[in-house]
């Protein structure tokens, strides 16, 4: 059984297309008993999302709800395969956290050389500290090289609930998610469970990430989610901090 004890991907009102407050995630993560949570709205470039001033003022949120820590940050839009995603260094830099993505609205799929450049040329960013559901079968990728990349630049690689469910977008994302796995179990690279919840009743629901890595035999010193410091550490670690 993982002890988990957060949940690093969730979205609010603010991202356009969710259904849920801050606090109705936060109360919601206390239920479930995790110690921290983060809220990853999607940046600007994501149809009906924030603008950058939203992300700009997110000082004004106390990071503590029902006991449950906040960290406030972002799911940018990689946008090119130079991976330019769509909020400035200046504001990332306010961040508690940053999740890189690969979305439709936002960038047409292309070989699997691009793609994958998109992804690595995206964390090299140190102010990206995760790369989201990079297991997207309508983005083919080199996961050999995507996970090379993340050791290198110390990012962390998603495990994400939302992509293994069958009624999300992303069909049929298993196979990738047990070919990078695998290979980061080889290359020794850690990973994050996130649940992409667009309502609160979603909130930490991890049971089919879960199940997949207990299926794989992935260890547990390789699950960010098993400690907030961790994460902290990581993330500290990729900006420099």
Do not use: W
């Amino acid at each position: 059984m993982i002890r988990d004890v957060m949940d690093t991907h969730t979205h609010t009102l603010a991202s356009g297309h969710a259904y849920s407050t801050i606090r109705e995630n936060a109360a919601a993560a206390a239920k479930k008993g995790l110690q921290l949570l983060a809220i990853t709205e999607h940046a600007p470039r994501m149809v009906g999302s924030s603008q950058a001033i939203y992300f700009q003022n997110l000082k004004v949120i106390d990071r503590h709800a029902f006991d449950v820590e906040l960290m406030m940050g972002v799911e940018l839009n990689i946008l090119d395969d130079k991976g330019t995603v769509d909020l400035t260094e200046g504001t990332l830099r306010q961040m508690d956290l940053a999740i890189a993505s690969l979305h439709i609205p936002c960038i047409t799929p292309g070989s699997r050389e691009y793609n994958t450049q998109a992804c690595l040329n995206a964390i090299k960013n140190p102010f990206v500290h995760i790369l989201g559901h990079p297991d997207d079968p309508r983005y083919p990728l080199d996961y050999r090289a995507i996970v090379q990349g993340a050791k290198k630049y110390g990012a962390i690689l998603e495990l994400n609930e939302s992509s293994l469910r069958p009624e999300g977008s992303r069909k049929n994302a298993r196979p990738q998610d047990e070919e990078m796995l695998r290979l980061c179990m080889e290359y020794e690279v850690p990973v994050v469970i996130g649940s992409d919840a667009h309502v609160d009743t979603d909130v930490g629901r991890h049971d089919l990430a879960h199940a997949l890595l207990e299926e794989l035999g992935f260890p547990e010193k390789l699950i960010i989610n098993t400690s907030a410091e961790k994460l902290k550490y990581a993330v500290r670690k990729k900006s420099g901090q």
